[in-house]
């Protein structure tokens, strides 16, 4: 009986810190996350007519910003990996990769990462050129 209480109580508290990794950044970290993106359009628009080093520290800040963002996913696939790691009941599916899985997050973290290291170096591109442009 103390250890159906015990396990009901860990899938509790598991429960607790995924929904808390799901729900996401508090609002603080979201509006610092969003400075320097651009929106969709302004992208392809400035892709299209880059030609000042203004233009292209403006895209370099974009990309740079959206590598935060993919990093940050990242780290909450591996903290809802290391929770279903840990509580394989909350994530046990017979479904390869399905999305409550360790395998699911972890697919995704690498995912996110390399998404990441991708903006990085478009960040680094475009401060190429903004830098050749001065000279």
């Known amino acids: 009986m103390k250890q159906a209480i015990l396990n009901w109580k860990r899938a509790i508290v598991s429960s607790m810190v995924l929904a808390a990794l799901i729900v996401g950044p508090a609002p603080q970290a979201a509006a610092a996350e969003m400075k320097g993106m651009l ?8 892709v299209a007519s880059a030609k000042t080093p203004a233009d292209h520290m403006k895209l370099a800040r974009h ?14 696939h591996e903290a809802l990996a290391e929770e279903y790691t840990r509580n394989p009941r909350m994530g046990s599916s017979k479904i390869p990769m399905h999305p409550n899985s360790a395998a699911h997050c ?18 680094a591109e475009h401060e190429e ?5 001065t000279k």
């Not at 990309?63 to 909450?76: F, G, I, L, V």
């Not at 050129?129 to 442009?133: H, N, P, Q, T, V």
């Open 63 to 76: 990309y740079a910003a959206m590598a935060e963002k993919h990093e940050a996913e990242a780290k909450e």
């Open 39 to 46: 929106k969709s359009k302004e992208v392809k628009a400035l």
């Open 129 to 133: 050129m903004a830098k050749s442009l």
């Open 106 to 123: 972890k697919y995704f973290a690498e995912h996110c990462r390399k998404a990441a290291a991708e903006m990085r170096a478009m960040a």
